[in-house]
């Protein structure tokens, strides 16, 4: 396969088939074809052995950058299913959005992805720390509070631990 030309590139979100990220990933490098395939660090737990693992942050999906008129081409690398869909609209991510999941990755506490709306809570921006600079509302919990981050064009957000030090409550 040759590399694509890169005009004017966007971030897609594509399906994989079932725990087959990082082959696709390993693929698409192959080929040449900009992707990013979050992954966290998780310890996992055996009944013989712990070991630090790699795991993909969102399961069966993978980015790929390319211009939309390239887009069915990525299909000639195997293991692709489709392009993930809102409302009948292929998503979209921002170059801010790649951003907010690359900084997500790197982050030390485990994440949890979910979909769906924010919970009732107050709007914040972290001032210090790992995400310094980014917003998100803040969620009660007994003993740490926790931070919803959205990634929309993927209609879900990321929870995260964070110390309410680190934030500022943003104007109404």
Request: hydrophobic share 35%.
């Amino acid at each position: 396969m040759q590399t694509l030309p890169k005009k004017n590139p966007q971030w897609y979100v594509l399906t994989t088939r079932p725990k087959q990220e990082k082959q696709i990933s390993k693929r698409l490098s192959a080929n040449a074809i900009e992707h990013f395939l979050p992954l966290q660090r998780q310890l996992r737990c055996w009944h013989d052995r712990k070991k630090w693992v790699e795991i993909p942050l969102f399961n069966s999906y993978i980015f790929v950058k390319t211009e939309e008129k390239y887009r069915g081409k990525v299909f000639q690398v195997e293991g692709l299913v489709k392009y993930v869909s809102i409302a009948g609209k292929i998503c979209v991510l921002t170059e801010d959005e790649i951003e907010r999941v690359r900084r997500l990755c790197s982050y030390i506490e485990p994440v949890n992805i979910e979909q769906g709306d924010f919970y009732s809570g107050e709007e914040v921006e972290i001032m210090e720390g790992h995400f310094i600079g980014m917003k998100g509302r803040l969620l009660s919990n007994a003993d740490r509070p926790q931070l919803k981050l959205a990634i929309e064009s993927l209609g879900c957000f990321a929870t995260v631990f964070i110390d309410k030090k680190f934030v500022r409550k943003l104007p109404s």
